[in-house]
C-alpha cells in the first residue's frame, strides 16, 4: 500500500480559509528563502482565499495534522487563457505543506480533479505555472500549449486531456 492510499481528497470548507491561507504563506516563504520568483510574499491575501472558498474553488487532502495539500479549481481562466469555448476546468495554486511533501500528494489531487473533469463534461484540465515546473506536469500528462506574458512576469500554459 502506498503512502497515498488512505488520501481522500474533499471539498474545502469555509473554516478552511486560515489553514488554506497558512499553508502559501509557508510555499511563499520556502520559495522566496531559495530565490525562486513564482508565489511573491503576500500575493494571496485572506480575504481572496476566503472569497473562493465561498464559490467552492478548494479543494484539499487533510491529515492528522489538518491540510497537507490543496489545489484551486475553477471553471473559466481568462485571465491567463482568454475566452476559449473548449470545455475545461482551470487548476491554480497546487501546494503541498513541507510536513507532507514526496509521498505523492500532487498526483492524487491531478487525479481527483480530472474526475471532477469528466464528470462535469470538460475537454481538458489547464494550468499555468512556472517555467521549472513543466517537466513536473509534463510527467503527470500534460503538454505545453504556450507562455503567456505579462508585464512583469510570464508563465507557461499547460494542458491535459480527460
Known amino acids: 500500500m502506498t503512502a497515498t492510499a488512505n488520501r481522500r481528497v474533499e471539498r474545502c470548507r469555509p473554516a478552511d480559509a486560515p489553514a488554506l491561507w497558512a499553508l502559501r504563506r509557508e510555499r511563499e516563504n520556502w520559495l522566496e528563502h531559495?530565490?525562486?520568483?513564482?508565489?511573491?510574499?503576500?500575493s494571496l491575501p485572506l480575504a481572496e482565499v476566503e472569497e473562493q472558498l465561498a464559490e467552492r474553488q478548494w479543494?484539499?487532502?487533510?491529515?492528522n495534522e489538518?491540510?497537507?495539500?490543496?489545489?484551486?479549481?475553477?471553471?473559466?481562466?481568462?485571465?491567463f487563457w482568454g475566452?476559449?469555448?473548449?470545455p475545461a476546468l482551470y487548476l491554480h495554486t497546487l501546494m503541498v505543506a513541507l510536513?507532507?511533501?514526496?509521498?505523492?500528494?500532487?498526483?492524487?489531487?491531478?487525479?481527483?480533479?480530472?474526475?471532477i473533469a469528466r464528470r462535469s463534461g470538460a475537454a481538458a484540465l489547464r494550468l499555468d505555472c512556472v517555467e521549472r515546473l513543466c517537466p513536473f506536469y509534463e510527467r503527470h500528462g500534460f503538454?505545453?500549449?504556450?507562455?503567456?506574458?505579462?508585464?512583469?512576469?510570464?508563465t507557461q500554459l499547460m494542458a491535459r486531456v480527460v
Open 143 to 154: 503538454a505545453h500549449v504556450r507562455p503567456r506574458v505579462f508585464p512583469d512576469f510570464t
Open 99 to 115: 510536513t507532507a511533501g514526496g509521498i505523492g500528494l500532487p498526483a492524487v489531487l491531478l487525479a481527483h480533479a480530472e474526475s
Open 66 to 79: 489538518g491540510i497537507e495539500a490543496a489545489v484551486r479549481v475553477m471553471e473559466t481562466d481568462e485571465e
Open 59 to 63: 479543494w484539499c487532502v487533510r491529515g
Open 83 to 86: 475566452a476559449d469555448p473548449t
Open 34 to 42: 531559495r530565490g525562486i520568483v513564482q508565489w511573491p510574499l503576500d
